[in-house]
């Protein structure tokens, strides 16, 4: 399956069905879309675990500014433990619905900035790991790239499952749960009011505007424009759904994204 069918606007790699999270534009702010083509896949290559020793400064293409994302160093790690179980279900709302997720963002924004909860400080996390930030342990010079590895899926799991948790804190209500993007439904294939609204926390000027509703999503774009009616659009993004998720998906599994295929059914 292909990982990242890429939207005209790339927010997340954070998958969890046919439509995707949205808890980070993190993810255009590391510049991790950046690091992938337009064939890139979540491969189940080896990789060793970052060095988190030794901290440099990320690699971003030409002409994006230098950053910094190194966390503060540490050596006292605290072992995660398993909260119990809650009772109630949490239930992902559809981005294009009412929602909370900008006011949640709107506060993590408001933190002091050396708030490890502050957005930019969580936005360095996916900086750090995405953006060649470290080494691989015992590899000087190798750096460390969690995508594109079998360490994709646990990463981006727990860093949402983290950044989930700081918003449901900060708007006090520990139900929250992040929004997903349902680009996969006709109704869905416009770029969520959440992040076109001036006003709203999510808001990026520097979006591309002529990706902004009422265009459609692209999730064959490969940085062209096709400018094709919105019924050839919507018609052509339900063809790539249906190959990538239903006629492919046979294909797929006999290949080696093979744990891929094993994850999305029991995750
Ligand atoms: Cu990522």
């Known amino acids: 399956m292909k990982v990242h069918a890429k939207p005209k606007m790339i927010m997340t790699t954070a998958m969890q069905t046919p439509a ?10 590391s510049g991790a879309a950046a690091t ?15 060095d988190i020793t030794l901290c ?24 995660f433990k398993v909260p119990p179980q809650a009772n109630t279900l949490r239930v992902r709302p559809a981005a294009h619905l009412p929602n909370k997720y900008n006011k ?29 930030a470290y080494d691989q342990l015992g590899f000087q010079d190798l750096e460390f790239q969690v995508h594109a590895s079998w360490l994709f899926y646990p990463f ?8 989930e948790k700081i918003c449901g804190k900060l708007i006090d209500d520990p139900s929250f749960t992040i929004p997903f993007w349902n680009w996969d439904a006709p109704d869905g294939m416009t770029i969520p009011h959440l992040y076109t609204n001036k006003n709203s926390s999510l808001y990026d000027s520097l979006r591309d505007a002529k990706h902004q509703p009422p265009s459609l999503v692209d999730l064959d774009y490969n940085e062209v424009d096709r400018n094709l009616s919105p019924s050839e659009q919507t018609s052509t993004n339900l063809n790539i759904m249906y190959r ?24």
Do not use: W
Request: with cysteine; net charge neutral; aromatic share 10%.
């Open 244 to 267: 990538q998720m239903v006629s492919t998906s046979k294909t797929t599994c006999d290949t080696r994204q093979n744990f891929i295929c094993k994850s999305q059914t029991i995750l």
């Open 156 to 163: 981006h799991r727990y860093y949402v499952y983290f950044f």
């Open 36 to 50: 992938f083509g337009p064939n890139s896949l979540a491969f189940a290559n080896p990789i060793m675990a970052p």
């Open 56 to 79: 440099g400064p990320a690699t971003f293409p030409e002409g994006v500014a230098a950053t910094n994302c190194c966390p503060p160093s540490t050596t006292k790690i605290l072992d």
């Open 20 to 29: 995707k999270l949205i808890g980070e534009t993190l993810e255009t702010l």
């Open 104 to 132: 949640a963002v709107e506060l993590m924004k408001a933190l002091p900035e050396d708030d490890p909860r502050n957005f930019m400080q969580q936005a360095r996390i996916h900086c750090a790991y995405c953006d060649g």
